[in-house]
């Protein structure tokens, strides 16, 4: 299946609270934390887990057991989170490259 606008699929998910018949549990998962973390991405891991937990829950999806799922909620709030660290220090390297090549510039003696 292929989600042009999943933005717009997960919010008319969300608002009926029941889980499409061509959709699996764990995409259903990945859309929902991303649509959350996309729209608040101040909010804590341990937040967003809890609110993909209930979200889900709320589906009253035939066969779902939180403590079965717990853990894929978790690894792909971890994704979300961890993309965001490697962001963050991608920047202080180059950075600090930068500041590395202007110290370099800074003390190249200068001959007349």
Same mark, same amino acid.
């Given at each position: 299946m292929y989600i042009l606008n999943e933005k717009d699929y997960i919010r008319s998910v969300?608002?009926?609270k029941k889980k499409p018949e061509d959709l699996s %549990?764990?995409?259903l998962i990945v859309l929902t934390a991303k649509y959350y973390y996309i729209h608040n991405e101040n909010i804590e891991k341990e *937040?967003?887990?809890k609110i993909v937990t209930n979200k889900i829950s709320d589906m009253? %999806?035939?066969?779902? *057991?939180?403590?079965?799922?717990i853990?894929? %909620?978790e690894?792909?709030?971890d994704i979300f989170y961890d993309n965001e660290k490697d962001k963050k220090s991608n920047k202080k390297e180059e950075i600090n490259e930068k500041d590395k090549q202007l110290r370099e510039l800074k003390?190249?003696?200068i001959y007349q």
């Open positions: 969300l608002a009926s %549990i764990g995409y *937040q967003l887990v009253m %999806i035939y066969g779902y *057991q939180e403590y079965k799922w853990r894929k %909620i690894k792909v709030c003390y190249v003696p």
